[in-house]
């Protein structure tokens, strides 16, 4: 559902009031770097592609103000999501930056851009705060992975999070949950390959469900005031992203606010050009991603 009209923002289509998060706290916040990315994944949720546009790169004097305004809202983290982070010309800037003030989480594909300029990300290991990498690595059939991402990328990728973890970054993954899977088998399928490279059985495994592209209309329930109360305990909803966190976002040449890192393709959730005004807003649970939210507990925070 995208450009809810004002009553539709607050209703749900049966007149219902529409369930929404009062954010309490920034804790942490995510910078969008730009949606321009090496690979081509279909079922990418920011539909980001070699030399798209639709969100820019983030430029670190976009960001540094950002950066100074959370710090003083008490921010603990920033997280740093693409496209591909390391197509960004200012990635390493800004981390350098980002680090001497909080920890910091990447989310890469750590594939060439990566690879690449590994020489200037290895120094960021003496910075005050630690950073963490967080790699897509969808299945841990490699043919499955390759199927959306190009042939050869598992192994990349995967030699990439040896070596970042043997350098000493911490390191976690992302990948998609399937219909019907047996969890703690696909845990040990993940297990075979990190020891391949040298990683321990207990890196992070973050799930995702399919997030559908951009600007897709998705069949799912509507959340009203009621269902958040009747179904959600007071720490289920203090856990929605949108509660503790923003993300930076650059479109049409100016950084803004949204509400959280789901909902970048709806003008509806750009809360305003400071993070002060943005936390300041009462969001909506309006788009199809926030069914996620309630019902899966889907988060890219790791929290
Ligand atoms: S997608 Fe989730 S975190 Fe984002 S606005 Fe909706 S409920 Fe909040």
Same mark, same amino acid.
Request: charged fraction near 20%.
């Given at each position: 559902?995208? +450009?809810?009209?004002?009553?539709?923002?607050?209703?749900?289509a049966d007149g219902q009031p529409r369930g929404y998060i009062q954010p309490q706290a920034l804790t942490e916040l995510?910078?969008?770097?730009?949606?321009?990315?090496?690979?081509?994944?279909?079922?990418?949720?920011?539909?980001?592609?070699?030399?798209?546009?639709?969100?820019?790169?983030?430029?670190? %004097? %976009?960001?540094?103000?950002?950066?100074?305004?959370?710090? &003083?809202?008490?921010?603990?983290?920033?997280? !740093?999501?693409?496209?591909?982070? !390391?197509?960004?010309?200012?990635?390493?800037?800004?981390?350098?930056?980002?680090?001497?003030?909080?920890?910091?989480?990447?989310?890469?594909?750590?594939?060439?851009?990566?690879?690449?300029?590994?020489?200037?990300?290895?120094?960021?290991?003496?910075?005050?705060?630690?950073?963490?990498?967080?790699?897509?690595?969808?299945?841990?059939?490699?043919?499955? +992975? %390759? #199927?959306?991402?190009?042939?050869?990328?598992?192994?990349?990728?995967?030699?990439?999070?040896?070596?970042?973890?043997?350098?000493? !970054?911490?390191?976690?993954?992302?990948?998609?949950?399937?219909?019907?899977? %047996?969890?703690? &088998?696909?845990?040990?399928?993940? +297990?075979?390959?990190?020891?391949?490279?040298?990683?321990?059985?207990?890196?992070?495994?973050?799930a995702f469900p399919d997030f559908f592209p951009p600007g897709s209309v998705a069949d799912v329930p509507q959340i009203?005031e009621h269902c958040m109360k009747t179904y959600l305990g007071e720490a289920q909803r203090n856990a929605f992203m949108?509660?503790?966190?923003?993300?930076?976002?650059?479109?049409?040449?100016?950084?803004?606010?949204?509400?959280?890192?789901?909902?970048?393709?709806?003008?509806?959730?750009?809360?305003? #050009?400071?993070?002060?005004?943005?936390?300041?807003?009462?969001?909506?649970?309006? +788009?199809?991603?926030?069914?996620?939210?309630?019902?899966?507990?889907?988060?890219?925070?790791?929290?």
């Amino acid at each position: 559902m995208l +450009h809810l009209d004002k009553e539709s923002w607050v209703q749900t289509a049966d007149g219902q009031p529409r369930g929404y998060i009062q954010p309490q706290a920034l804790t942490e916040l995510w910078f969008h770097t730009g949606t321009n990315c090496n690979l081509q994944c279909p079922f990418c949720l920011e539909g980001s592609k070699p030399g798209d546009n639709r969100i820019s790169f983030l430029t670190f %004097d %976009d960001v540094q103000p950002l950066m100074d305004e959370a710090l &003083a809202l008490g921010v603990e983290k920033y997280s !740093f999501t693409g496209g591909e982070p !390391f197509l960004n010309p200012d990635m390493v800037r800004i981390l350098d930056y980002a680090l001497d003030r909080r920890p910091c989480l990447v989310l890469s594909n750590a594939t060439e851009p990566l690879m690449n300029r590994l020489h200037e990300v290895v120094p960021l290991l003496q910075k005050s705060n630690p950073l963490n990498f967080r790699v897509s690595l969808d299945h841990p059939d490699e043919t499955k +992975h %390759d #199927a959306g991402r190009g042939r050869g990328n598992f192994r990349k990728s995967l030699k990439t999070l040896g070596r970042l973890h043997k350098i000493g !970054f911490g390191v976690s993954i992302a990948r998609l949950i399937q219909e019907g899977e %047996d969890t703690p &088998a696909v845990t040990a399928a993940y +297990h075979v390959h990190f020891r391949s490279v040298g990683l321990p059985d207990n890196i992070r495994i973050v799930a995702f469900p399919d997030f559908f592209p951009p600007g897709s209309v998705a069949d799912v329930p509507q959340i009203t005031e009621h269902c958040m109360k009747t179904y959600l305990g007071e720490a289920q909803r203090n856990a929605f992203m949108c509660n503790y966190s923003k993300m930076v976002v650059k479109k049409n040449g100016k950084p803004g606010v949204y509400a959280c890192t789901l909902v970048d393709d709806d003008a509806d959730y750009d809360l305003g #050009a400071t993070l002060k005004e943005s936390m300041a807003a009462r969001v909506m649970l309006g +788009h199809h991603r926030c069914y996620s939210c309630f019902a899966y507990g889907a988060s890219c925070s790791e929290r």
